[in-house]
């Protein structure tokens, strides 16, 4: 147990809905990281948050945003969903925003039909 | 888009082989990672490298962040079945974290 905490583990909705995929990173860490992993696919960097701060931005389209929260948990929303947003979607968080481990959550697993 | 050039992107080899994988960038990095992750799960980290020419031990993991710190590697010695998955590297500076594209290792019994 990586001590991340995503959820839901698995969500399934149409095309054109918004979803909220959320995130309790571990006890102390304070930088949240989001990625997308479509089927047989490397991790694509999304986003990240350092202590309530967007810190970096990678290929996160329009229709999607996140937050992350006083209390440190992130939410990332994806809205207008289209069938190829179909992915599993990891946060993984780290003490610091970089020089330090990150660990992964379990992923949610969005399915858009 | 990935920053990091991972080689090789897959690898079929025999039980008790070992197994060499490499990542670089034209970026420094100040710290290294490998992760692996199998099928449906998140990735988990095997091995972290702090410092220019380290060399780090995982068991039958081994990896070196590399002098120019701009590469590492991954040894896996003496493969075995559940050595299969996809192993990630990933450089990390400052506030930012960037992945290879990932090694797909198979292991033929």
């Known amino acids: 147990d990586s001590g991340v905490t995503q959820t839901p583990k698995h969500l399934i909705t149409a095309t054109g809905q918004r979803v909220t995929l959320r995130c309790s990173p571990r006890?102390?860490?304070?930088?949240v990281y989001w990625y997308q992993q479509s089927l047989d696919q490397g991790l694509q960097f999304l986003i990240q948050y350092y202590n309530g701060e967007e810190r970096a931005k990678g290929n996160i389209l329009e229709r999607f945003s996140a937050q992350q929260f006083p209390d440190l948990h992130s939410e990332l929303n994806l809205s207008s969903l289209e069938l190829g947003d179909s992915a599993l979607y990891f946060c993984?968080?780290?003490?610091?925003?970089?020089?330090?481990?990150?660990?992964f959550g379990q992923g949610t697993r969005l399915t858009v039909v | 888009g990935q920053q990091l050039n991972q080689s090789p992107q897959s690898m079929f080899i025999q039980e008790g082989e070992d197994v060499s994988m490499n990542c670089t960038s034209s970026?420094?990095?100040?710290?290294w990672l490998w992760y692996k992750q199998d099928p449906g799960e998140g990735p988990v980290l095997l091995i972290a490298?702090?410092?220019?020419?380290e060399l780090t031990s995982n068991g039958r993991l081994t990896a070196q962040f590399g002098i120019t710190r701009k590469d590492s590697f991954l040894n896996i010695s003496a493969s075995i079945p559940s050595d299969v998955g996809i192993y990630f590297c990933a450089g990390a500076r400052f506030n930012d974290m960037r992945f290879g594209a990932g090694t797909r290792l198979t292991v033929k019994p």
């Open positions: 490298l702090y410092k220019a020419g």
């Open positions: 970026s420094i990095f100040n710290t």
């Open positions: 006890s102390g860490d304070l930088s």
């Open positions: 993984a968080s780290s003490y610091q925003g970089g020089n330090t481990e990150a660990f």
